[in-house]
């Protein structure tokens, strides 16, 4: 059973920053790529950023040059650097999966439970 567990979340004030992890454990034939989305109150769940198996990074506009994914798989880990935070950063922050794991199809996306990021301004 594939499992996500994520961690760094908390309370910062805006133009802070905050790292998230997450780690996936189970029974994986391949990662194909890892990332995180987003929700806040009110609004749709949104990519924040993405990282394919080549470490090729993908970014919402808005989190551009503020936010840095890294992703370590012979770990299986994904982090979230996020720097100059916004009010509008606020949200749940859920770490995303898209895997082989035994026994399943080639491609399937797995979630974390979410992680609160609340930035004070």
């Known amino acids: 059973q594939v499992q996500l567990v994520e961690s760094g979340g908390g309370l910062v004030q805006a133009g802070g920053s905050l790292r998230l992890s997450c780690s996936v454990s189970?029974?994986?034939?391949?990662?194909?790529?890892m990332g995180w989305y987003r929700q806040a109150p009110g609004k749709q769940h949104e990519l924040v950023a993405l990282i394919n198996s080549a470490s090729i990074a993908t970014y919402a506009n808005s989190v551009k040059d503020r936010f840095t994914i890294s992703a370590d798989n012979a770990k299986k880990t994904v982090h979230l650097q996020m720097n100059s935070l916004k009010y509008e950063d606020t949200a749940v922050y859920y770490c995303?999966?898209?895997?082989?794991?035994?026994?399943?199809?080639?491609?399937?996306?797995?979630w974390g439970q979410g992680t609160q990021v609340t930035v004070s301004s």
């Open positions: 189970g029974s994986i034939v391949s990662l194909n790529h």
């Open positions: 995303n999966a898209n895997l082989w794991a035994t026994g399943s199809l080639p491609r399937n996306d797995y």
